[in-house]
């Protein structure tokens, strides 16, 4: 059997096979084959033993392909565009992260990638561990699978390898802000992913992806899943460490903004810690916003509308309300 054959058959994703140890039939000793000395004196059967002549079993040796990343739960190669290949997960880094955490994490943001691929075998390495989510954080953005979300990607990718691309921080364009309506501040936010250069836009599960925005504006952050159909649903966002964190409705682009409007007359009642307010016609997403004296920003929170239920209360779980002067509620 030939070298090329050999690397076939022995093939590991994110390896590649240097030889295979085995017995020395003039010392008696074991020594490593070369591919090349191998395909003169073997042959491989089934069983993936190697065999001379008589029963001799040789090993198949392997070497793993790239550098470690800087947390050392993975190794990477770099392409010349720039994209991040995730060769193999290490296994026991990733055991000892989810000692502390349930989430693996993946963390290639020091190499600059917008881009990062990886095979379906570290997802489903991953998986084998048993992590609630995995997490790979990249140059300007960090995107979490839960179990289910990995799972179902997993299976659609259906062997090929998987690429996930970010695109942060671009303006919106006119139609964008047209579909949107007047804001204070915003960012378009692309997240696309592919498998075999098929673009796969659903998924089962939950996926969020976190981005810094730096929120100059006085008004509440909202997010915006943008159809290609011209039209816009609002998705879960929340603001934290300077990052908005979105959860996502598909792979797809997304509009980040800072939307103002006047003081909602429809407060009903404020406690410590929430506001409730009535229900408005064809108003399904609420959100409020707590400000300081001087316009700071203080706190934030959202929440969808119930059906059955003619008000909607939105919480905070940590304000200072010494500190707050005003609240505003956007329907």
Do not use: C
């Not at 159909?229 to 990052?243: H, Q």
């Not at 609420?286 to 929440?303: I, M, T």
């Amino acid at each position: 059997m030939y070298a090329d054959e050999l690397k076939t058959v022995f093939h590991r994703d994110g390896f590649t096979l240097t030889g295979f140890v085995g017995p020395d039939p003039d010392s008696k000793e074991d020594k490593l084959y070369t591919l090349s000395d191998l395909h003169k004196l073997s042959t491989v059967f089934d069983d993936g033993q190697l065999h001379a002549g008589k029963t001799m079993i040789y090993t198949a040796q392997w070497e793993r392909i790239g550098n470690k990343t800087e947390d050392s739960s993975a190794y990477y190669t770099k392409a010349d565009d720039g994209t991040v290949k995730i060769e193999s997960v290490d296994q026991d880094e990733l055991k000892k992260q989810l000692e502390t955490d349930s989430t693996a994490q993946i963390d290639v943001s020091g190499l600059e990638a917008e881009k990062v691929t990886l095979p379906v075998s570290a997802v489903n390495d991953v998986l084998d561990l048993e992590a609630k989510a995995l997490s790979i954080k990249m140059a300007d953005a960090a995107i979490t699978l839960d179990k289910t979300a990995m799972q179902s990607v997993v299976e659609t990718a259906d062997g090929n390898d998987i690429q996930l691309h970010v695109r942060t921080g671009d303006a919106l364009s006119s139609d964008q802000t047209e579909i949107i309506g007047d804001i204070e501040q915003g960012m378009a936010l692309d997240v696309s992913l592919t498998a075999n250069g098929t673009e796969i836009r659903s998924f089962n599960g939950k996926v969020t992806v976190s981005v810094p925005f730096t929120w100059t504006q006085q008004g509440v952050l909202q997010a915006w899943y943008l159809a290609d159909d011209g039209t816009k649903e609002p998705v879960e966002v929340a603001y934290r460490d300077g990052n908005a964190v979105l959860t996502l409705k598909h792979f797809s682009t997304y509009a980040i903004v800072v939307k103002a409007n006047d003081p909602d007359s429809g407060i009903v009642s404020m406690g410590e810690n929430e506001v409730t307010v009535q229900k408005q016609a064809d108003a399904v997403y609420y959100a409020a916003a707590l400000y300081a004296e001087d316009g700071r920003f203080l706190a934030y929170a959202a929440s969808e509308a119930a059906e059955d239920e003619e008000t909607v209360t939105l919480k905070w779980a940590n304000a200072d309300w010494s500190k707050a002067a005003k609240v505003k509620v956007f329907p």
